[in-house]
């Protein structure tokens, strides 16, 4: 265990420039749809959008792999896993670990991205130091042992690149270089932005439903660009709940679609937090 915190220490202070350089290059292509802009390319961007933030990043690594709060197939738990990838901020177990972690330790020290630690620091300067997102052995071992266990989960973990590398090559076939600027870097970055503000701006501004012991807020405009993740307060009350906007003003999309999921035969029991009788329970559908 000595060795663990050791080697835990020793991280936090390196920089990882390989993270930096990928995040400015990022940045600086995304620059180019200022000068490539076209209807296709747009659609091509949201349709990425769509798959890797909605239903990769929020269904999969969020509300399905972090909380477990429904159930797939196998298949189609490695097809969310798959498409979360996308969004290139780093593997399932990974981000799992990650969002665990941030759970159980809340805006304390331990927590990987308070803004108690900086406002800049919860955005992005977690991603740049530390142990964030490399966390040793041990803590991947304690904090997610059922992601351990599916051996394609590991694969997507060690080589998460891919699926940009496979779609890169896919939107350029399709419409050329300025597809994948817009496809690939403008919505990549866009994505990183957007998920990040959830860990800063959402422990910092919004509304309380809940007396939580943390900082975390219901904000509208964060949901609606994160396909209902920003309802972040409901979502500290209750972690495992599917649903996170509570009524019908919370517009929740992914919500939505895990509703169309179990519809389909494709999700099943579903935790969900139900406003009227104040606690979360398996989702039974209105007779
Ligand atoms: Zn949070
Ligand atoms: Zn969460």
Do not use: C
Request: no cysteine; aromatic share 14%.
């Amino acid at each position: 265990m000595e060795n663990i915190v050791r080697l835990d220490q020793a991280r936090k202070k390196r920089i990882h420039w390989d993270t930096v350089i990928i995040v400015a290059v990022f940045h600086l292509a995304a620059v180019a749809a200022f000068f490539t802009f076209s209807w296709a390319n747009l659609a091509a961007l949201l349709v990425v959008w769509w798959i890797s933030g909605s239903l990769g990043i929020g269904l999969g690594y969020h509300r399905l792999l972090t909380h477990r709060g429904f159930k797939t197939p196998r298949w189609l738990e490695r097809t969310l896993a798959t498409f979360g990838t996308l969004a290139l901020q780093s593997g399932p177990i990974a981000w799992v670990t990650t969002h665990r972690l941030h759970h159980a330790f809340t805006d304390t020290d331990k927590d990987p991205h308070s803004p108690r630690n900086g406002v800049i620091w919860s955005h992005i300067g977690w991603i740049f130091k530390g142990t964030a997102q490399r966390q040793p052995d041990a803590v991947v071992k304690k904090y997610a042992p059922d992601l351990l266990r599916d051996p394609y989960l590991g694969f997507l973990d060690r080589h998460y690149y891919l699926t940009s590398v496979v779609a890169a090559g896919i939107l350029f076939l399709i419409g050329g270089w300025t597809m994948v600027v817009w496809g690939i870097f403008l919505r990549t970055v866009m994505l990183w932005h957007f998920t990040w503000l959830v860990n800063s701006a959402t422990h910092l501004w919004g509304t309380t439903r809940f007396e939580t012991t943390d900082d975390s807020r219901n904000n509208g405009f964060i949901a609606a660009i994160t396909f209902g993740e920003g309802w972040h307060n409901n979502h500290h009350a209750y972690p495992r709940s599917a649903r996170h906007g509570l009524t019908a003003r919370e517009f929740d999309i992914n919500w939505v679609q895990i509703r169309i999921l179990e519809r389909l035969g494709l999700a099943k029991d579903i935790y969900a937090m139900d406003l009227d009788a104040k606690e979360a329970k398996v989702y039974k559908k209105a007779a």
